[in-house]
């Protein structure tokens, strides 16, 4: 079906498009599977890298792999795609999911309408024009009606400024944009510098190789094992009966997951039950452990102390010196308060002779040397510097775009005390500037928010073209009502209060960035049917004309 664009004013020497998408990862890819082949609208994606996969492209260090189940981290739009495709392992590597979305992408015929290797530095609304102007890095320009991006949660790196980080004569390489061909550790002495989910991917796939790892902890994580594997054959084929029930169930779990309650709750339960509960979890491994044990740790904190507590046992029980063991084990601050990571041989790895680790918040790093890194407790002598430090999260990879939208102003300014945005959706002031699990919107299992909130997009852009309507742009007072009402929620509960603000969900990890909260804890499944109400009641809080 092809819908008629209302008239717009343009430059006829620059390309025009209904609509231009930034990013060509899982968002990218169905924002314009669903413009292009559903609405008939004209599109144009562009995407930095040279080929597709967005975070899954950059991201190839040694042990990357989801932390959701491959039974919930796809597609489930096409029936055809699902029956066509099914992942190796419970939890799928970075390859695998690349060549997931190439699969997808070629199935589709969706590159075709991608520009490769063209990143987007900047783009201003015209409103006498109606249209953005996109700027891309080589110096081409074309507008667009609708501006929508799907760059990605965690897709802008945090690289410290270390002083003296350009004497250093080895090589420095930051975990999201690892090289394409790889890299070879082997008899290398490595810096690796973070311990968040990242850190604990690479540490145990790096060890084998390299003649010493030198770990340089900030905070200490709870982490809980994988246990990833293959998936056997009858594994795959009771995925495959019950993929449809699968992606229902998800949109009604708190973090679009495919778990299910016990019904209890710590306090409520003697010592013996609930050590058995969490060590049924603990050896399930990943997700489990936080959404199968008890329905009271994220909102009661004596209860999120029993979980902490038999994770800090466990990491005593693996860590055979204790001085290492206590520098891991995490205190004051919440299970689930940091993104919860799940690791292979994580915490097995310290035991090794050529692993050591440095506590940063006893002897944080002074300076890189040219010989490796300085800490005030000494010099460490190394070969690589690994930087896994993260990201500038939820609003850094849009702030990094120029984008400026009525009477010129700049969104990285209107988001200097915080990101503000309706439903994550829109911010007001930036009118057709549409967002693809932006800030304010929940932090969940990936795919199933991308398909939510795209659908929500695509049927918005269906709704204005049917009534003739060429903006939409949020309503200020709604906006601040959302927002509010997300910093609320964040105080409810025991991961999103107290010390637990000080994380990337707070924008904590980046320098100079205001703290506040960018992500919604409300659940997945609340913020569904409330975006599904807003369209259903005509898009209420947003302005159309």
């Known amino acids: 079906m092809s819908l008629q664009t209302?008239?717009?004013?343009?430059?006829?020497?620059?390309?025009?498009?209904?609509?231009?998408?930034?990013?060509?990862?899982?968002?990218?890819?169905?924002?314009?599977?669903?413009?292009?082949?559903?609405?008939?609208?004209?599109?144009?994606?562009?995407?930095?890298?040279?080929?597709?996969?967005?975070?899954?492209?950059?991201?190839?260090?040694?042990?990357a792999q989801t932390d959701s189940l491959h039974s919930v981290y796809q597609f489930t739009f096409s029936p055809a795609i699902s029956a066509e495709w099914t992942f190796s392992s419970r939890y799928p590597s970075q390859g695998e999911v690349l060549e997931y979305l190439n699969f997808v992408a070629d199935r589709l015929d969706l590159r075709s309408s991608f520009q490769f290797g063209s990143r987007v530095a900047g783009a201003s609304f015209d409103e006498k024009a109606n249209h953005w102007t996109i700027e891309?890095?080589?110096?081409?320009?074309?507008?667009?009606?609708?501006l929508i991006t799907g760059?990605?949660?965690?897709?802008?790196?945090?690289?410290?400024?270390?002083?003296?980080?350009?004497?250093?004569?080895?090589?420095?390489?930051?975990?999201?944009?690892?090289?394409?061909?790889?890299?070879?550790?082997?008899?290398?002495?490595?810096?690796?510098?973070?311990?968040?989910?990242?850190?604990?991917?690479i540490l145990p796939q790096i060890a084998g190789d390299a003649a010493h790892v030198t770990v340089l902890q900030r905070t200490p994580n709870y982490v809980v094992p994988a246990h990833n594997r293959r998936l056997t054959d009858?594994?795959?084929?009771?995925?495959?009966?019950?993929?449809?029930?699968?992606?229902?169930?998800?949109?009604?779990?708190?973090?679009?997951?495919?778990?299910?309650?016990?019904?209890?709750?710590?306090?409520?339960?003697?010592?013996?039950?609930?050590?058995?509960?969490y060590e049924e979890a603990w050896n399930k491994g990943g997700f489990y452990f936080l959404f199968e044990t008890f329905d009271d740790l994220q909102i009661d904190e004596a209860a999120n102390e029993t979980a902490c507590e038999f994770i800090r046992a466990k990491i005593?029980?693996?860590?055979?010196d204790p001085q290492t063991a206590e520098t891991l084990t995490p205190r004051n601050y919440p299970y689930g308060a940091k993104r919860p990571p799940a690791g292979t041989h994580y915490y097995e790895t310290f035991n090794r002779p050529n692993v050591d680790l440095v506590d940063l918040r006893k002897t944080p790093i002074v300076?890189?040397?040219?010989?490796?890194?300085?800490?005030?407790?000494?010099?460490?002598?190394?070969?690589?510097?690994?930087?896994?430090?993260?990201?500038?999260?939820?609003?850094?990879?849009?702030?990094?775009?120029?984008?400026?939208?009525?009477?010129?102003?700049?969104?990285?300014?209107?988001?200097?005390?915080?990101?503000?945005?309706?439903?994550?959706?829109?911010?007001?002031?930036?009118?057709?500037?549409?967002?693809?699990?932006?800030?304010?919107?929940?932090?969940?299992?990936?795919?199933?928010?991308?398909?939510?909130?795209?659908?929500?997009?695509?049927?918005?852009?269906?709704?204005?073209?049917?009534?003739?309507?060429?903006?939409?742009?949020?309503?200020?007072?709604?906006?601040?009502?959302?927002?509010?009402?997300?910093t609320e929620i964040a105080n409810m509960i025991v991961t999103g209060k107290g010390e637990a603000v000080n994380t990337w969900f707070a924008g904590a990890n980046i320098a100079g960035k205001s703290n506040a909260i960018n992500v919604y804890f409300g659940g997945a499944n609340a913020y569904f049917a409330k975006i599904r109400e807003t369209a259903a009641e005509g898009y209420t809080g947003f302005s159309m004309r």
């Open 6 to 63: 209302a008239p717009v004013e343009q430059d006829q020497t620059v390309a025009h498009f209904d609509a231009v998408v930034v990013g060509a990862g899982f968002s990218g890819l169905y924002m314009v599977h669903r413009l292009r082949d559903e609405l008939g609208l004209s599109v144009r994606g562009y995407e930095a890298a040279n080929g597709v996969g967005g975070t899954w492209y950059w991201n190839r260090y040694p042990g």
């Open 136 to 146: 891309i890095e080589n110096g081409e320009t074309v507008t667009a009606q609708f």
């Open 151 to 201: 760059v990605g949660l965690l897709s802008a790196p945090n690289r410290p400024d270390f002083p003296g980080l350009d004497s250093f004569r080895g090589d420095v390489l930051h975990s999201a944009v690892w090289p394409t061909d790889g890299v070879d550790l082997s008899g290398k002495r490595v810096a690796l510098i973070g311990t968040g989910s990242t850190g604990i991917q």
């Open 234 to 277: 009858e594994e795959k084929d009771a995925f495959r009966a019950e993929r449809e029930q699968i992606a229902r169930r998800v949109r009604k779990h708190p973090f679009a997951m495919d778990f299910t309650s016990k019904g209890l709750n710590a306090l409520e339960v003697d010592a013996d039950t609930r050590h058995a509960v």
């Open 316 to 320: 005593r029980e693996i860590v055979k």
């Open 367 to 486: 300076e890189i040397t040219p010989d490796g890194v300085r800490t005030e407790a000494g010099d460490h002598s190394v070969d690589v510097i690994i930087m896994a430090t993260g990201f500038d999260a939820s609003t850094g990879s849009l702030t990094r775009i120029d984008i400026r939208g009525r009477d010129g102003q700049r969104l990285a300014d209107r988001w200097a005390e915080g990101p503000i945005t309706n439903l994550g959706f829109n911010t007001s002031g930036f009118p057709n500037l549409l967002m693809i699990t932006g800030p304010l919107s929940p932090f969940a299992n990936i795919p199933t928010c991308i398909e939510e909130t795209s659908d929500w997009i695509v049927n918005c852009i269906k709704h204005l073209r049917e009534h003739n309507y060429t903006h939409i742009e949020s309503n200020p007072a709604a906006e601040q009502a959302w927002a509010d009402h997300v």
